[in-house]
């Protein structure tokens, strides 16, 4: 359990259908009651700001490792009296409505899902999923409730592997250092993972930033000479994903967690976002944050990498750099990094380190961790 000594930090709650419901039906009737009253009006609808000026950090009581992403309680106003807001008023009575229908029927959609469902019945509302994902977020920041307690389910592109036991309820009991390079496919279902029963022998888990590593090494079985658990997202992390790996960080609280990215600033953004969290989840910032040390790549692993295989960096990577940097939540020696990747210009991929073969790279990761090479 966490303790929260500000006042003003607002989160989501994890909130069974029937509440959800039911706070769905006082917002309708609060906007009837002041509509039908003597002096009639609309309503504004009062949402959690989630824009970055209103993101909080809380830091941990005796270290920084516990330090996680918050949103405090700032409003913004949806309103049906302007013009270029009226329409994303309605469209959070739409998508409430939707997951009224949806909670009452006993059923989940996926984001994508939900979009082509108000497509098809509101199309002069709704053009784009970013739309639908937006007004998912001002509908959780509206009745505090998670996205997953509205009805909406995850969208997993996570795959685990290694030294651990999984069993889904009424299931056989699945060995994820048996499934392969494929791994293990981490279900979209918030609930079924949070009832997975796990057991390990494992001594660390290795978040692996790549799909194309992640399978070198469970091909390679590297969990074997490493006794550790794999998993990536493939990428900028899932919900899913990060769930689980929540899941496992309190289920397992002894292991380590470590992670293999690009040294680039997008491999330290998706370090920085299983570690701390993202302000884009609105108030479900916090949730699936975890202690995540950054193992490798890193500015003294560039000696081992050909001057040939870095490469230059992008626009789209000085503009990362550039958020990262005025984030609050970045560590000295994460900004002592990423002012190096800035300075030298470069960033070097993972792939960089197969020049000392393919086997290399569990080599590399063993030698990090007996060293304890990580920040």
Same mark, same amino acid.
């Given at each position: ?41 609309? +309503?504004?609808?009062? #949402?959690?700001?989630?824009? $970055? @000026?209103?993101?909080? =950090?809380?830091?941990? &009581? %005796? ?82 409730? +998670?996205?997953?307690? #509205?009805?909406?389910?995850? $969208? @997993?592109?996570?795959? =685990?592997?290694?030294? &651990? %036991? ?82 496992? +960080? ?17 491999? %330290? ?107």
């Amino acid at each position: 359990m966490r303790f929260f000594a500000d006042r003003e930090i607002c989160y989501a709650d994890i909130l069974p259908p029937s509440e959800v419901r039911a706070r769905i039906e006082v917002a309708v009737l609060n906007f009837l009651k002041i509509l039908t009253c003597t002096d009639p009006a609309i +309503s504004d609808l009062l #949402l959690i700001n989630r824009k $970055s @000026s209103n993101r909080r =950090v809380s830091q941990g &009581l %005796l270290t920084d490792d516990d330090t996680w992403i918050f949103l405090s309680r700032s409003f913004c106003k949806r309103t049906l009296m302007r013009a270029n807001a009226a329409k994303a008023f309605i469209r959070v009575w739409k998508v409430m409505e939707m997951c009224f229908k949806i909670l009452s029927q006993e059923k989940r959609v996926t984001q994508r899902e939900l979009f082509y469902k108000l497509l098809c019945v509101s199309p002069d509302c709704f053009s784009s999923q970013l739309q639908v994902n937006r007004t998912i977020q001002d509908v959780v920041g509206l009745l505090r409730c +998670s996205r997953y307690s #509205l009805g909406i389910m995850a $969208s @997993s592109r996570g795959i =685990v592997a290694g030294r &651990l %036991l999984l069993q889904e309820p009424d299931k056989e009991v699945v060995d994820c250092s048996e499934c392969g390079s494929s791994g293990y496919a981490i279900s979209g279902d918030l609930d079924l993972l949070d009832r997975l029963v796990m057991k390990t022998d494992a001594r660390y888990i290795i978040i692996v930033e790549k799909h194309a590593i992640f399978q070198r090494l469970a091909e390679d079985r590297v969990f074997n000479h490493i006794p550790s658990i794999l998993i990536t997202a493939k990428g900028y992390p899932d919900i899913a994903t990060r769930f689980l790996l929540h899941r496992m +960080s309190r289920t397992f609280p002894e292991l380590p967690i470590m992670a293999l990215v690009d040294w680039n600033p997008a491999g %330290l953004a998706i370090l920085c976002t299983f570690k701390f969290g993202s302000i884009g989840m609105g108030l479900e910032a916090y949730r699936y944050a975890c202690n995540v040390k950054w193992l490798g790549l890193r500015g003294d692993d560039l000696q081992l990498i050909p001057e040939e295989s870095l490469v230059s960096l992008k626009p789209r990577d000085l503009q990362i750099a550039k958020s990262l940097m005025s984030s609050e939540t970045l560590q000295e020696k994460h900004r002592e990094e990423l002012t190096l990747m800035v300075q030298s210009g470069k960033r070097a991929e993972i792939e960089a380190l197969y020049f000392h073969g393919y086997d290399y790279l569990g080599k590399y990761i063993a030698k990090k961790i007996v060293q304890a090479n990580y920040i």
